[in-house]
């Protein structure tokens, strides 16, 4: 294995790891014991150790970019992959009248915000079409505008929330220092995930105004964020 999927790997397993243990510590047992059994397998499969763990530094991994295509030129998507991109310590840009948004941060750190996005993109889109069919059917006006900037700015509350639940998780574990060091750790990735961007001068991210739509907010509320793991990946639930 080369050492750059080596150190990819292992950054997904200290974050599927992490996820299990706040599942638990939320009463969450089974969702606990299926990451555990995700992480046990890659790292079986790829002859990883618990030192392995123990002496990795994911904040130590070399910045990158990539280019991803979301299908569709729409500021509420630009803002879905920003949010997720924050809360896994990347950042993001966008090439304007197209269609390409571009994640900074390390290529762990890429590889778990863009598989979330596209589950959070399509879990959206989906919730879309069933609201504006339901209001077809009774007569009413369905403004997809307002849902889905809702529904995404639920999201991203959900996952700030997530990223203080881990730091409340680390601090009742390890205490205040351990939450500190974390923090600091996520602020070094963040800023030198930022400078990486600003380094390529590419398009910045936007936002737009729009009506508030409770029934969007309110769904984007009952997404079920840690069924993005299907492919051993997890959201941001570690602080590093």
């Not at 397993?13 to 992480?39: C, F, P, W």
């Not at 800023?191 to 390529?200: G, L, Y």
Request: positive net charge.
């Amino acid at each position: 294995m080369s050492p750059t999927k080596r150190e990819k790997i292992l950054t997904r397993v200290q974050k599927i790891r992490a996820l299990a243990e706040s599942e638990r510590a939320n009463g969450n047992s089974t969702a606990a014991d299926s990451q555990m059994a995700i992480a046990a397998k890659m790292m079986l499969e790829h002859a990883l150790s618990e030192r392995d763990l123990d002496t990795h530094d994911p904040s130590a991994d070399p910045m990158i970019k990539r280019n991803v295509r979301t299908g569709r030129q729409l500021r509420w998507i630009r803002t879905l992959y920003h949010s997720v991109a924050k809360s896994n310590n990347c950042t993001t840009s966008y090439t304007p009248r197209t269609d390409r948004v571009t994640f900074y941060g390390t290529e762990g750190d890429i590889d778990v915000a863009e598989y979330l996005a596209t589950y959070l993109l399509r879990t959206v889109s989906r919730s879309i079409q069933q609201a504006a069919v339901r209001a077809k059917i009774n007569g009413e006006h369905f403004d997809r505008h307002g849902y889905a900037n809702s529904m995404v700015s639920a999201l991203h509350y959900r996952l700030d929330a997530m990223r203080r639940e881990a730091a409340d998780d680390l601090r009742k574990t390890a205490g205040d220092e351990a939450v500190s060091t974390a923090l600091v750790v996520v602020k070094n990735k963040l800023q030198r995930a930022q400078d990486f961007a600003d380094s390529h001068g590419l398009g910045k991210g936007s936002s737009s105004r729009y009506t508030h739509d409770p029934a969007g907010y309110a769904a984007g509320k009952r997404v079920p964020i840690h069924q993005g793991l299907g492919g051993g990946s997890a959201p941001a639930k570690k602080l590093a």
